[in-house]
């Protein structure tokens, strides 16, 4: 019977900063602020525009895959605009594929003999707008268009007749600051075997973070939306015995003001020194 015993977590926390205007769409039937075409997706309480860990977490595993020059085999929408996915549907594949060891993959009738458990190990929370951030007073005090947001106005221009189709776009403006986001990556033991392979994945994390500050977050980003950064970082590991209080403190893994403050090729040592035995 396959077994699957968690060793640890690795906590990354800290702060994401729009370098540019930030959209990420929301549902425009539910939001009372009529006549935008594309508007923001915004916390059903507070009205504040947040990041979905959706958003986040589908980004960076779409730049990773790319990065790793993985095929695009799964139809997720079929009509225009088609859309396109890798998901490992062989067993041999997926024990090598750090994209569905670490992001999972869904449960199919392919998938009906394969042996090996194949849970996701990395979570990623919603990211709300900080409360504590200077840039957050800023906005509620601004004289925005809209209650933290800006509206960006397009025009689509047709080609051979030059006629411009004005759209608008709504835009958390540059500046501001989204804290704290959390992402959790679990490290398993599957079937005894050990935790090192878990381990040896975790550093791709940071590859997918990096990948993503080069590229952009939500929409428009090729029209100059979407630029972010991550700041203020802290990654710390919880293992197995600090979750049976054997241990008082997690390990500190590192910490610093930027991605390349960090050292996570020196992760999966320190966390191996860590894992019970």
Known sequence: MPTLTLKGKVIVTGAIEALTGLHIGGAAAGLDIGGIDNPVIRHPVTREPYIPGSSLRGKMR??????????????????????????????????????????????????????????????????????EHEATRRLREAKTDLPYTEVKWEAAIDRITAAAVPRQNERVPAGAVFHPFELVYSIFDLNGSGAQTDTSWLIHIFKAMELLEDDYLGGYGSRGAGKVRFTDLKVIFKSRQYYEGKVLEPVVLGEGKSLSELKPDTFAEIIQRHLPG
């Open 62 to 131: 779409a730049l990773l895959e790319r990065h790793l020059g993985l095929q695009a085999n799964k139809f997720i929408q079929r009509r225009e605009p088609v859309v396109r996915v890798h998901e490992c549907e062989e067993e041999d594949h997926y024990l090598n594929c750090p994209s569905c060891q670490i992001f999972g993959v869904t449960p199919g009738d392919q998938r009906a003999n394969w042996t090996k458990l194949r849970p996701s190990r990395l979570l990623v929370r919603d990211v709300l707008l900080s409360s």
